[in-house]
């Protein structure tokens, strides 16, 4: 069966500072890979989406970035972090097939930027 | 993507039966309809997805008229637990690699 890991869970980081997040997925492959933000109370934002190694589209311009070094492998990052980057992070993962799809979570990192 | 319209919030009691109604006026002709539930501090889980008239899973339904120009999802019985933000999507997957999501719908169950 298909998994979705993402960690960590929890992360309080300094203004300024560096951030990597990562998210892997199992049981599949050539899957497509989201990076949603969810500020609190508030909606998901798509902030990158991904259909294959290398290849990243960005939603919103903004202090991250995306990468995808391998197949099933979904990399969140900033250089330098800003107060406004605090949030609920989620990475998600969906197949290619029909018409009809779902997309399936991973269980999140919140994000406190101090 | 078809753009979606669906309430802010709802109130509803234990036992009852919630219907929370979608309009996507604009959907395709290729396009699914699919419904996300999200509790606090964690991440959207499918709950139900349909093309036309009625489909119904051990969570809910989802009934989707001829036009196709909105859909409502029926939860039967809520429970507290059900508290939770239902997200209506409509897409093709053939068409948009993106998913994105509105808003949602805020369903409060009271005791």
């Known amino acids: 069966s298909q998994t979705i890991h993402q960690w960590p869970a929890t992360l309080v980081q300094p203004v300024g500072s560096p951030l990597s997040l990562e998210c892997t997925v199992e049981?599949?492959?050539?899957?497509?890979l989201y990076w949603y933000r969810q500020a609190a109370g508030r909606g998901l934002q798509l902030l990158f989406y991904s259909v294959g190694i290398g290849q990243i589209s960005s939603e919103v311009p903004q202090n991250l970035s995306a990468s995808r070094p391998q197949d099933r492998q979904f990399i969140l990052s900033s250089k330098k972090l800003l107060l406004s980057d605090s949030g609920f992070y989620l990475c998600?993962?969906?197949?290619?097939?029909?018409?009809?799809?779902?997309?399936?979570f991973g269980q999140g990192t919140r994000l406190t930027v101090v | 993507l078809a753009k979606t319209t669906q309430p802010i919030s709802m109130d509803s009691y234990e036992g009852q039966e919630v219907n929370i109604t979608c309009s996507h006026n604009?959907?395709?002709?290729?396009?699914?309809i699919t419904w996300y539930q999200q509790f606090p501090s964690q991440g959207p889980r499918f709950i139900i997805q349909?093309?036309?008239t009625k489909v119904t899973n051990e969570v809910a339904s989802l009934f989707i008229p001829a036009d196709r120009k909105s859909s409502t999802l029926s939860l039967p019985r809520v429970s507290l637990s059900d508290t939770a933000v239902y997200y209506c999507l409509v897409g093709d997957a053939r068409r948009d690699d993106k998913i994105i999501f509105g808003k949602g719908t805020r369903l409060h169950i009271l005791p």
């Open positions: 604009n959907i395709a002709t290729n396009d699914y």
């Open positions: 049981g599949t492959s050539n899957p497509n």
């Open positions: 349909g093309y036309k």
């Open positions: 998600a993962w969906s197949t290619h097939r029909g018409g009809d799809t779902e997309a399936f």
